[in-house]
């Protein structure tokens, strides 16, 4: 192949990445930047205003929860550094799911700073069975790739991370690994319980996607739903999400910047609000014939 045939087919490649179905968020991320801001106390938001990431300082430490989206790791690492803190701070990186949108960072961040990584123990195995199930051939970058966790996370798991002690569940649906987690973030003397769940899309719950996968009866649809009933009624005052839209934070970061003395994140019925609205959902999904 000749070097103008080479730079063709880089054109060609480029060109199918933008037709693809989700390339609107592999390219031209920088679109998507938000200027980092304080959650509550101790929980900070670097992540974009698609894909979320948090920091928490620990007191020993910056733990992180998600790396990013594949392609998006330039942004964090500036992002991270405008919020005041360091990267190579970051001791521990807490995966929410085994998914190219939630994993950019890791390959970088841990050669570069040695961040421990954790992940839910199904996903670490889909990682080694079925690499195919992380979507991570949709990156834009070749150079792009999976990885062995550091560290895994069952079910019931108790962590500690500085002076941040995180209670872990597997909430399976959305991928097998998803985890939900628990603790306690700090204002000064004041304490929240913060509660984060995984993964809420239902794009790995359509009929050809579980077909593929060997699920011909849909059973992973009422696996998720008995995910949602499992951390239904656990107690939340800040509830941390996993894509923008699960706790409206671009509208709350509005509200905060006209009303900087009242903070929207704190509200102890949202967790269960939004999670009997994904049941909902589900119920309805699961009903529709076009579905079945």
């Known amino acids: 192949m000749t070097i103008r045939e080479q730079y063709e087919n880089r054109l060609k490649q480029k060109k199918e990445i933008r037709n693809h179905p989700m390339g609107r968020v592999l390219l031209d991320q920088e679109s998507r930047y938000m200027?980092?801001?304080?959650?509550?106390?101790?929980v900070y938001y670097v992540g974009?205003?698609?894909?979320?990431?948090?920091?928490?300082?620990?007191g020993d430490g910056l733990l992180m929860i998600d790396a990013g989206n594949c392609g998006a790791t330039d942004m964090l690492i500036h992002t991270i550094w405008s919020s005041g803190f360091n990267p190579a701070d970051i001791k521990w990186i807490v995966l929410s799911h085994g998914h190219v949108d939630h994993v950019g960072?890791?390959?970088?961040m841990r050669k570069m700073f040695g961040s421990k990584v954790y992940l839910g123990e199904p996903d670490a195995l889909m990682f080694k069975e079925h690499p195919e199930l992380s979507y991570i051939q949709d990156s834009a970058n070749i150079g792009d790739s999976i990885f062995e966790p550091d560290?895994?996370?069952?079910?019931?798991?108790?962590?500690?991370?500085?002076?941040?002690?995180?209670?872990f569940y597997m909430?399976?649906?959305?991928?097998?690994?998803?985890?939900?987690?628990f603790f306690n973030i700090f204002d000064g003397a004041e304490v929240k319980r913060a509660g984060y769940y995984g993964g809420f899309g239902f794009n790995t719950l359509q009929k050809n996607y579980l077909i593929e996968i060997g699920d011909i009866e849909y059973?992973?649809?009422q696996i998720y739903l008995n995910s949602l009933d499992k951390v239904r009624n656990e107690n939340v005052d800040v509830f941390?999400?996993?894509?923008?839209n699960n706790n409206n934070l671009i509208e709350k970061v509005a509200y905060l910047k006209e009303h900087p003395d009242e903070n929207p994140f704190v509200d102890t019925a949202e967790w269960g609000k939004y999670l009997d609205e994904k049941r909902d959902s589900l119920v309805e999904f699961m009903a529709d014939p076009k579905n079945n």
């Open 35 to 42: 200027e980092p801001f304080k959650i509550y106390g101790n």
């Open 171 to 181: 909430v399976p649906g959305h991928t097998m690994g998803t985890i939900a987690c």
């Open 151 to 167: 560290e895994i996370i069952h079910d019931g798991d108790i962590k500690k991370f500085g002076n941040t002690e995180i209670q």
């Open 219 to 221: 059973k992973n649809r």
């Open 240 to 244: 941390l999400g996993n894509h923008t």
């Open 105 to 108: 960072g890791v390959n970088f």
């Open 48 to 58: 974009d205003s698609w894909v979320c990431v948090h920091i928490v300082d620990t």
